[in-house]
């Protein structure tokens, strides 16, 4: 990568413009991540172990889990980019690996299971799993749970004793090992008749539920905390500093560019928007040749120092919705031509665009 793009584009500039990004603008999607993979490599799993009616809907948002009596699983977003897991790592301490990924969906799927055939309901489950009083109330509000580090008699994948902390998690996280393909499960917990009773409860109940459909509706309504519906900023979600990465960031043009352009109009109908107002990567796109010739003559720098400059800029006014008013047209043309003009300079004279 040449100097220009890579002073441009370094990670801690990525990141910097990631932590102050709001959520439901990272424009995240499944595809192309491993979650596409994950989820179509637990889904034939689950058919090949015989459960063909159940279809749990996945979605992204601040965490994992599974909405309590559907099989609606939600996704954490902090996993679907490289630079945000880095992130997640660097201010709480911790990342999932994709293998770990791959565990919680298939533990997730087990909560699904068990909400969409009521299993919790059922005398044997209840029994087996030591359900007392109602299921679902008696869930923990924080992951602070007490668990008896020698017991036997429950399965303990990971190491976190996780299975201690309630009923629900029990099942599912036997459900996990169960699903996981080569898991051997019969040889593993052959010592431990609890954990293996429950382990053949999960394994005779899918047989005999599992061509069966669901005994509850999916309702969409349930889900909670939708990416497109936080408004929070990765680095308030983190609870991240960006003082750090400022200091390192060489490309981080979003302060100038808001203070050149604006955010996008409320309370406007759409056509009095485009009627009035530009988006400021459209303005910059349509004056991006005149600009690239002119700025790279008067600054004497190659035009590909100014061309990554102008399409760094398209990019983060983009991510940034911002806008400009028609009637300004001019008079911010003028304002971002010696704003990159003054980036071109710098580096023409320090190698680098940012003081």
């Known amino acids: 990568m040449r100097r220009s793009r890579e002073l441009l584009y370094q990670p801690e500039t990525q990141k910097l413009e990631l932590l102050n990004t709001p959520i439901n603008q990272l424009g995240l999607k499944v595809k192309g991540t491993v979650f596409e993979q994950a989820i179509a490599s637990v889904k034939e799993e689950m058919k090949l172990a015989g459960i063909c009616k159940l279809e749990p809907v996945f979605y992204i948002s601040t965490g994992y889990g599974c909405i309590a009596g559907s099989p609606i699983i939600s996704l954490g977003f902090y996993d679907f980019h490289p630079l945000l897991k880095a992130l997640n790592q660097e201010a709480r301490g911790w990342y999932y690996s994709d293998a770990e990924i791959y565990d ?4 997730e799927v087990g909560h699904a299971f068990c909400y969409s055939y009521k299993l919790y309901r059922t005398p044997e489950f209840r029994n087996l799993f030591n359900v007392e009083g109602n299921f679902f109330n008696t869930y923990p509000d924080d992951n602070d749970y007490w668990y008896n580090p020698w ?7 990971n190491g976190d004793h996780y299975a201690q902390k309630h009923p629900d998690e029990d099942f599912a996280e036997t459900f996990c090992v169960w699903l996981t393909p080569r898991s ?29 459909s669901p005994f509850i509706e999916t309702n969409f309504n349930w889900m909670y905390e939708r990416v497109e519906d936080i408004k929070m900023t990765v680095a308030e979600f983190l609870n991240a500093k960006t003082k750090p990465y400022k200091q390192q960031a060489t490309g981080y043009v979003d302060p100038d560019l808001k203070e050149l352009f604006r955010a996008a109009p409320r309370n406007i109908s759409r056509r009095a928007l485009f009627k009035d107002y530009m988006r400021a990567d459209q303005f910059i796109r349509q004056n991006k040749q005149p600009l690239l010739t002119r700025i790279s003559y008067w600054v004497g720098v190659d035009t590909r120092v100014t061309l990554d400059v102008l399409e760094k800029c398209i990019h983060r006014a983009r991510a940034l919705n911002l806008w400009l008013e028609q009637s300004q047209h001019e008079k911010k043309l003028i304002e971002f031509t010696s704003y990159v003009t003054a980036l071109c300079a710098n580096y023409k004279n320090s190698g680098f665009y940012m003081s």
Not at 104 to 107: E, F, G, I, K, N
Not at 151 to 157: C, D
Not at 184 to 195: D, E, H, I, V
Request: aromatic share 10%; charged share 30%.
């Open 104 to 107: 919680l969906l298939r533990h």
């Open 151 to 157: 017991s036997r008699s429950f399965v303990n994948p």
């Open 184 to 212: 051997g499960w019969r040889k593993a917990y052959k010592g431990r008749p609890t954990a293996l009773k429950k382990l053949r409860y999960a394994d005779r109940v899918v047989k005999e539920l599992g061509a069966q």
